[in-house]
């Protein structure tokens, strides 16, 4: 039985497939949405602390991880952060800058997903919730058969719609697998692979990374302390806090170097990045020669953290009793302080997942794969991940307006 005649079929009602369906739409396409949770961009009201950090003012191409660097460059140029700021106006959303090109919403990240839902209804998109892909079938002569059934997936109790639709385009907006409380899944990667897609390996990124053994112990009772540091992870390095937690270390530092860290490699922190540490020591031992170690430290660290960085590696004395060698070998070792993690907290708290369809196989001006005609990734499925911050939505709208564009 043929289906309804559509030309664009967006899956996926998150970030990219709103920004994919309402530029679609805006240029006259039949398009239609189809999300199996029971409503649209549950992450991007989660986001920000439900203030969404909808883009960064400061976004380039090296803000983002993937196999192939130069894929994300095309998009990201032709749907630049004040595009969006310009929507954001136009709605009248007020927002912020936080810190670092960071722009937040003043009241709620709701506003922002009401505005792609306003947009979209302007454009004449039709979005069906709750509703989930049965199936899916090229057409001999181009386009996909896709069948609809009511979904009870990410808070739906199937009241979605079952549907037969034939679409000249198929876009893939699935997002990845981080979150699956929220509705994420691997379809995505599913149908890429059946498609004929090579994938990336997929894993959790923007993520709290555990500790485990005498690693742990070492920092087990000083959860919620937080320091400010620079951590690294062979070139990458990130200057923000770092916060102790029951199971390992979180904070936005830890948060951007675990998209550069996996098992087995080195990572290290600066506890001191703002301070020669250094000439600051000989300082103190000079002006308070009677003052104790964590007397000292306990000015640039919290207490607690002062109190075990003496307790547990170097003593606490009077300043005068360290030997001239001795300081600058604490020194040294705050500037280099070895972190042996035993793995992340994984897709359950993750912001991100790195890897996902290899975008060599994927058009970079219009996001169309290279394997199927009428076949297009959007967002988070691709092997495009960016640092915290508001990158990945920027990269979500982008490479929406993208496929939007040409579809
Ligand atoms: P997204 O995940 O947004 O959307 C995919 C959609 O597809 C979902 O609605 C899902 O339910 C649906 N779906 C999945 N499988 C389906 C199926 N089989 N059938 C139908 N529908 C299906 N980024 C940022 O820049 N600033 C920030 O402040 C934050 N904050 C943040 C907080 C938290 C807690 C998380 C988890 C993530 C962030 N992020 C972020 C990351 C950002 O949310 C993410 O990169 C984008 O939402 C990705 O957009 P997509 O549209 O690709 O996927």
């Known amino acids: 039985m043929a289906g309804e005649d559509i030309d664009v079929l967006v ?84 927002w912020h800058e936080k810190e670092l090109g960071q722009l937040f919403c003043d009241e709620s990240s709701k506003r922002i997903v009401a505005m792609l839902l306003e947009e979209n209804r302007r454009a004449g998109v039709r979005i069906h919730t709750a509703t989930a892909v049965a199936g899916i079938d090229a057409l001999p002569g181009g386009g996909f058969r896709v069948h609809s059934e009511p979904s009870h997936a990410g808070g739906s109790r199937g009241e979605g719609i079952a549907a037969t639709f034939d679409a000249a385009a198929l876009v893939v907006a699935t997002g990845g697998l981080s979150i699956p409380s929220l509705g994420a899944t ?100 000079q002006e308070h020669p009677d003052a104790l170690l964590q007397t000292a430290l306990a000015d640039v660290f919290p207490k607690r953290f002062a109190q075990r960085l003496c307790d547990q590696w170097f003593g606490n004395r009077p300043l005068r009793q360290y030997t001239h060698r001795q300081l600058p070998e604490i020194a040294a070792k705050l500037a280099h302080w070895p972190i042996t993690a035993s793995g992340t907290e994984g897709y359950r708290t993750a912001e991100v997942t790195l890897g996902g369809v290899d975008t060599r196989e994927i058009s970079s001006s219009t996001m169309a794969s290279k394997k199927q005609p009428g076949l297009y990734f959007v967002g988070e499925v691709l092997d495009v991940t960016g640092w915290l911050g508001g990158y990945n939505f920027q990269w979500a709208w982008a490479s929406g307006r993208a496929a939007g564009e040409a579809v």
């Open 11 to 94: 899956i996926g009602g998150g970030a990219a497939g709103l920004m994919c369906a309402l530029t679609a739409g805006a240029r006259g396409r039949r398009v239609r949405v189809i999300e199996h949770a029971n409503r649209c961009g549950k992450k991007i009201l989660m986001s920000g602390g439900g203030r969404c950090n909808f883009t960064n003012t400061g976004t380039t191409p090296a803000n983002f991880l993937s196999a192939n660097p130069h894929f994300c460059k095309s998009a990201l140029a032709r749907y630049r952060p004040d595009d969006f700021i310009a929507m954001v106006d136009a709605h009248r959303i007020g």
């Open 186 to 285: 691997g379809f995505g990667y599913e149908l890429a692979r059946r498609f004929g897609h090579t994938l990336v390996p997929t894993r959790a990124g923007l993520v709290p990374l555990t500790l485990s053994g005498k690693h742990q112990e070492h920092y087990a009772d000083l959860a919620g302390v937080a320091v400010h540091v620079s951590a690294r992870c062979g070139k990458a390095r990130f200057d923000n806090a770092m916060l102790v937690t029951h199971r390992g270390l979180s904070g936005p530092a830890i948060l951007q170097i675990s998209n550069y860290w996996e098992p087995g490699r080195e990572l290290w922190l600066d506890l001191l990045p703002e301070l020669d540490a250094e000439a600051w020591l000989l300082h103190r031992q």
